[in-house]
């Protein structure tokens, strides 16, 4: 779990464990219930893209932004969004809110942007404009991306289908040297017929199956390889193109991407998107029903700094979400989310991971699956890494102290520590791993993963985060118990992440409740909504427009509801419930619907007044 920030720890009875969730990709078997489709109005969102009717709806941070003074041009009519220019420390925004309709398969923000500058550099960029849509990023453009006139920008925002949202410019100007901003002609174009492009509900590309090989520079910072996938289109309506989901292209901008991917096979790299974390791979010929194929690329991934999921704390480098992964198909089509940093946006499907890291053999190398090493050449050290039903794929690197132990139900666990911390202190995470894969695995199911690997830093400004048999953490064991938790409510049980947090956090939540003893009581008595509009059941869209809220609801009042649930239906009947949901959905996707109606048909009582008083839908 990952809340906000990346999970702090608190105390008493609302208090949420400091931990991250990832969402588990489904099997085509377990698929979801179909929604009505809505129907896309295609619409031109954005009003007065062309400022020649005054300011209105645009709300400029001054009145010298929508102008048609001399110094620029327009590109078509009389006036122009003229953001700095002022040559020294500066801010400018431009601000319209706009509703992209609801059912339409295509979305596109263009723009036209004139770039001049003083600045004489070719290497760094001084004065920035960014362009976000609600508080994504989608595209950063700087000094060094000047021209002579005007060019047409396009951006995908398809993810963001029956939302309204801000739509913002931000530019900013450093102490000296002007660099002028220039827009005009700002454009959101919405079509694709009456129904979602992908009406199957069933879960496509199916059984993935990857294969990489990545060496990594003395430090463990910079790697650079091969990586293929192979899957199947499960669905009946054939596939023409898939979507890889390049994360941690978050961590930089489209024009300096810690994630690069070139030299596409099996298909041909299409547009980037959803501010550079989602690529389009067009398919030589459509992929019918039961048709598999596979595609590959070369990849580099640059790890920045930073004790975070995706980042390096001196020596130690923390590589989540870095491979590209599938996105997901389903009956809502494809899901391009954004990232979000309060929490979880990673939805895909269980698969297959072969991946060997080439590197020193100063670095030990934890990571997702279980790993063998072999000597490579001088001085470096070969890990391969297999895992099998996994959701994605992780590992770090450093000079890590190691510590082994295996737990009673005889899971082996691996803790590896970055230096600071205290031999104690890693015996007790060690400890805690040991005691809490047996307590999940008790109620939910035996883990299925091999190994489990734990990296500790008390510096990760988050509680901790999980991959599958991979977690980062502080040295906290309520943080711990969490994330190994999240083996099964997120890595075994799989869920969207994105649109249905609850599912993945309210529920590990409750299951570290139980590890350690903890029942509840009376945590429901606390509950107090901040709005009408506030629900368990929240997107992460929500939750990122209201982050002070995401863990006290998500987090706290989830599980005080999973509580509630238990007191109302019994222990026995609870107990038995989530065992039975975990096999029944192993390897799957939950939803809210499925998780409601299996409640429902473990008891006598009707179920509808609780899920209506603890704000469940859907």
């Known amino acids: 779990m990952r809340s906000t920030p990346h999970k702090a720890l608190g105390t008493g009875a609302l208090s949420v464990a400091a931990v991250a969730a990832l969402v588990l990709p489904s099997t085509p078997a377990a698929a979801r219930p179909a929604a009505a489709p809505a129907a896309c109005t295609p619409a031109q969102?954005?009003?007065?893209?062309?400022?020649?009717?005054?300011?209105?709806?645009?709300?400029?941070?001054?009145?010298?932004?929508?102008?048609?003074?001399?110094?620029?041009?327009?590109?078509g009519g009389?006036?122009?969004?003229?953001?700095?220019?002022?040559?020294?420390?500066?801010?400018?925004?431009?601000?319209?809110?706009?509703?992209?309709?609801?059912?339409?398969?295509?979305?596109?923000?263009?723009?036209?942007?004139?770039?001049?500058?003083?600045?004489?550099?070719s290497s760094t960029a001084y004065d920035k404009l960014t362009a976000k849509i609600g508080s994504t990023t989608l595209a950063t453009y700087s000094n060094l991306n000047k021209n002579s006139g005007y060019v047409q920008k396009s951006l995908d925002v398809s993810s963001f289908a029956g939302q309204t949202v801000n739509l913002s410019f931000t530019g900013t100007e450093d102490y000296s040297l002007q660099t002028s901003f220039v827009l005009d002609d700002i454009a959101l174009d919405t079509s694709g017929g009456t129904t979602p492009p992908q009406a199957d509900p069933t879960r496509t590309p199916a059984a993935p199956s990857y294969t990489v090989s990545l060496a990594s520079d003395a430090s463990g910072t910079?790697?650079?390889?091969?990586?293929?996938?192979?899957?199947?289109n499960a669905s009946a309506t054939a596939l023409s193109e898939v979507y890889l989901r390049l994360w941690d292209n978050y961590h930089g901008t489209c024009d300096a991407m810690p994630i690069k991917v070139g030299n596409v096979t099996g298909g041909s790299a299409?547009?980037?998107?959803?501010?550079?974390?989602?690529?389009?791979?067009?398919?030589?010929?459509?992929?019918?029903?039961?048709?598999?194929?596979?595609?590959?690329?070369?990849?580099?991934?640059?790890?920045?700094?930073?004790?975070?999921?995706?980042?390096?704390?001196?020596?130690?480098?923390?590589?989540?979400?870095?491979?590209?992964?599938?996105?997901?198909?389903?009956?809502?089509?494809?899901?391009?989310?954004?990232?979000?940093?309060?929490?979880?946006?990673?939805?895909?499907?269980?698969?297959?991971f072969k991946v060997t890291l080439d590197h020193p053999s100063t670095l030990?190398?934890?990571?997702?699956?279980?790993?063998?090493?072999?000597?490579?050449?001088?001085?470096?050290?070969?890990?391969?890494?297999?895992?099998?039903?996994?959701?994605?794929?992780?590992?770090?690197?450093?000079?890590?102290?190691?510590i082994s132990g295996t737990s009673a139900g005889g899971v082996p666990i691996n803790v590896y520590s970055v230096s600071g911390i205290s031999s104690s202190g890693a015996q007790s995470m060690l400890s805690t791993a040991k005691t809490a894969v047996d307590a999940h695995a008790a109620r939910f199911?035996?883990?299925?993963?091999?190994?489990?690997d734990a990296v500790i830093d008390n510096n990760y400004w988050f509680g901790g985060m999980e991959y599958p048999g991979f977690v980062l953490d502080l040295v906290s064991t309520t943080a711990l118990t969490h994330e190994i938790g999240h083996q099964w409510w997120y890595g075994i049980v799989g869920?969207?992440?994105?649109?249905?947090p609850w599912l993945d956090e309210s529920f590990t939540d409750y299951a570290t409740d139980l590890a350690l003893g903890k029942t509840g009581s009376n945590c429901w008595s606390s509950v107090s909504w901040a709005s009408s509009a506030e629900k368990i059941t929240n997107s992460m869209a929500y939750w990122d427009a209201h982050s002070s809220r995401y863990s006290t609801v998500v987090y706290g009042y989830g599980k005080c509801a999973l509580h509630d649930l238990r007191r109302l239906i019994g222990d026995t009947a609870m107990t038995k419930l989530l065992k039975d949901y975990a096999t029944a959905h192993w390897y799957g996707v939950s939803t809210t619907a499925e998780f409601k109606a299996a409640a429902q048909a473990a008891t006598s009582t009707d179920l509808t007044s609780f899920w209506t008083q603890h704000r469940i839908e859907g």
Do not use: M
């Open 222 to 232: 910079v790697w650079t390889g091969h990586e293929s996938v192979s899957f199947t």
């Open 445 to 452: 199911g035996a883990y299925p993963y091999g190994e489990l």
């Open 45 to 75: 969102a954005v009003t007065n893209g062309g400022f020649e009717s005054g300011t209105a709806p645009w709300v400029p941070s001054s009145s010298t932004v929508i102008t048609s003074r001399s110094g620029q041009t327009p590109h």
């Open 495 to 500: 869920d969207d992440e994105y649109n249905s």
């Open 270 to 352: 299409g547009a980037l998107s959803v501010a550079c974390t989602a690529l389009k791979i067009d398919l030589p010929s459509p992929l019918g029903q039961g048709q598999s194929t596979t595609i590959g690329f070369d990849l580099g991934i640059t790890v920045p700094s930073g004790a975070d999921r995706f980042g390096h704390d001196g020596a130690f480098s923390f590589i989540g979400n870095a491979l590209p992964v599938l996105a997901v198909r389903d009956g809502a089509g494809w899901h391009l989310d954004p990232y979000t940093n309060n929490g979880e946006s990673f939805y895909s499907l269980a698969a297959d």
């Open 364 to 402: 030990l190398v934890p990571a997702t699956g279980t790993s063998t090493d072999t000597p490579g050449s001088s001085g470096r050290t070969v890990t391969t890494a297999t895992a099998a039903k996994v959701r994605d794929f992780a590992w770090a690197a450093g000079p890590f102290s190691k």
């Open 78 to 121: 009389s006036s122009y969004a003229w953001l700095d220019g002022v040559g020294g420390t500066h801010t400018d925004t431009l601000t319209q809110s706009v509703t992209i309709p609801a059912g339409c398969s295509t979305a596109t923000l263009t723009f036209w942007l004139h770039i001049d500058t003083a600045e004489t550099t």
